[in-house]
T-cell receptor, first 107, second 113 residues
Framework: KNEVEQSPQNLTAQEGEFITINCSYS?????LHWLQQHPGGGIVSLFM???GKKKHGRLIATINIQEKHSSLHITASHPRDSAVYIC?????????FGTGTRLTIIP | DSGVTQTPKHLITATGQRVTLRCSPR?????VYWYQQSLDQGLQFLIQ???????AKGNILERFSAQQFPDLHSELNLSSLELGDSALYFC????????????FGPGTRLTVL
């Protein structure tokens, strides 16, 4: 079993829908990162969380340390949100990555 | 633009060869991280340097080595290349390390033929 599990692996939705991507991990961590990787390959850091909730524009990330679970939500999704979303956990200076969720938003 | 630069953008080489990938961190960042993203293994942490010193090591092969120079740029050296080394190699930087946010460079796509 991977240390970091993401679900779903693939998600297709209509423009405007509310999107949720989940990340579960099995080890103690100091922080959790959400990353976005565009089709061209570039990686953008969206959030870094160690507790609670963070919001940036239409994106919201939450983490429950006791449950070892984090969610990334996108409100009013748009085709430009189409990308791979990757969860990564930090432990002892090292990041361990999930396999990513490929999100496709259809106009 | 994250402020992290990587060169070259693309690299095509043959098995058995040696290549050097270069990374310049954001201004003021002391930590540099190297990651490998391959189709079968996904993203993997290779190594971290902080202010010139190795800080953490991940799944880095013995054929690979890295260093961080006094001006804080870093190089990843890959030698005796194999087909399986074909991947995207990302560099990231952060202010110090620990639980600081990391900023990723655009990556170097290495193709070994």
């Amino acid at each position: 079993k991977n240390e970091v599990e993401q679900s779903p692996q693939n998600l297709t939705a209509q423009e405007g829908e509310f999107i949720t991507i989940n990340c579960s991990y099995s080890v103690g961590i100091s922080a959790l990162h959400w990353l976005q990787q565009h089709p061209g390959g570039g990686i953008v850091s969206l959030f870094m969380l160690s507790s609670g909730k963070k919001k940036h524009g239409r994106l919201i990330a939450t983490i429950n340390i006791q449950e070892k679970h984090s969610s990334l939500h996108i409100t009013a999704s748009h085709p430009r949100d189409s990308a791979v979303y990757i969860c990564a956990v930090r432990r002892n200076e090292k990041l361990t990555f999930g396999t990513g969720t490929r999100l496709t938003i259809i106009p | 633009d994250s402020g992290v630069t990587q060169t070259p953008k693309h690299l095509i080489t043959a098995t058995g060869q040696r290549v050097t990938l270069r990374c310049s961190p954001r201004s003021g960042d002391l930590s540099v991280y190297w990651y490998q993203q391959s189709l079968d293994q996904g993203l993997q942490f290779l190594i971290q340097y902080y202010n010139g010193e190795e800080r953490a090591k991940g799944n880095i092969l013995e054929r690979f080595s890295a260093q961080q120079f006094p001006d804080l740029h870093s190089e990843l050296n890959l030698s005796s290349l194999e087909l399986g080394d074909s991947a995207l190699y990302f560099c990231a930087s952060s202010v110090t390390g620990g639980s600081n946010e990391q900023f990723f460079g655009p990556g170097t796509r290495l193709t070994v033929l």
